[in-house]
C-alpha cells in the first residue's frame, strides 16, 4: 500500500483553550457557480486547510439560513472504500424551514431540483484570538439536498433539510478553516454575506 501523506506536527491539547460544542445559528449559502475556483485564497502554508479571501462574481452574494436553539449542526464522516480514494462526507443538518411561505418554497423547490452551494458558518469554539471562528464546507464538490422532511405532526410542523456532499462523491479534505485577515474582517464578510455587488 502506498500512502501520500506523512504527519509532521505534534498533535497537543490546550489547557488554555479547551473546545466548546455547537455552532451559531446561521449559515450563509453560496451558489457555487457565484464562486469560481479563481475566487478562493488559500493560505501558501496551509492550502488545504485555510482560505484567506472569498471573491464572488460581480453582483453575488450569499444567503442566509437562521437557526434556533442548537438544532443546526455539521458533520464530517470517513469514507475508506476498497476500491476507491478516501475521503469526507461533509453534512449539514437540521436546517429548519419555520415560514414555509410561497416565496421560501420557490427557493426549496431549487435544492430540490439539484441547486449546489457552498457554506460558511461561524463555531462557538473559535481558538486562540478567534483565529478558528469559521468553516468552509463543500470545497470540491459543493453540496446538496440530501434529506429532507415535510410532515405536519413532525418538528413542530417545520420543514427540514439536510445538506451533504453529493451522492458518490468525497471531499479530500476536513472543510477549511476561513479567516480573511483576522475575526472582525473575517465577521464583516460573513455579515455581509460575502456580497461582491457593486455600488
Not at 453582483?59 to 437557526?67: C, F, L, M, Q, T
Not at 486562540?128 to 464538490?141: I, S
Not at 413542530?156 to 451533504?164: A, E, K, N, W
Request: with cysteine; charged share 25%.
Amino acid at each position: 500500500m502506498d500512502f501520500c501523506e506523512k504527519i509532521s506536527e505534534d498533535i497537543l491539547r490546550n489547557c488554555n483553550n479547551v473546545a466548546v460544542k455547537g455552532i451559531k445559528q446561521r449559515l450563509i449559502l453560496i451558489n457555487t457557480d457565484d464562486l469560481p475556483y479563481t475566487g478562493v485564497s488559500f493560505d501558501p502554508a496551509l492550502p488545504n486547510s485555510l482560505i484567506t479571501q472569498l471573491q464572488l462574481l460581480d453582483g453575488k452574494r450569499g444567503y442566509e439560513i437562521k437557526g434556533i436553539k442548537q438544532i443546526m449542526k455539521f458533520s464530517n464522516s470517513f469514507e475508506n472504500p476498497e476500491d476507491a480514494e478516501s475521503g469526507l462526507v461533509h453534512s449539514l443538518t437540521g436546517i429548519r424551514v419555520n415560514d414555509p411561505s410561497e416565496i421560501i418554497r420557490n427557493e426549496i423547490n431549487k435544492f430540490i431540483g439539484g441547486a449546489k452551494v457552498y457554506a460558511v458558518l461561524e463555531r462557538k469554539w473559535k481558538g486562540v484570538e478567534n483565529k478558528h471562528a469559521f468553516l468552509f464546507f463543500g470545497l470540491k464538490f459543493g453540496l446538496t439536498l440530501s434529506d429532507f422532511s415535510d410532515a405536519s405532526d413532525e418538528n413542530d410542523g417545520t420543514i427540514v433539510m439536510s445538506l451533504s456532499t453529493p451522492s458518490g462523491y468525497k471531499e479530500p479534505h476536513l472543510p477549511h478553516i476561513y479567516r480573511d485577515t483576522d475575526y472582525p474582517t473575517s465577521l464583516t464578510a460573513f455579515n455581509n454575506k460575502f456580497s461582491n455587488m457593486k455600488p
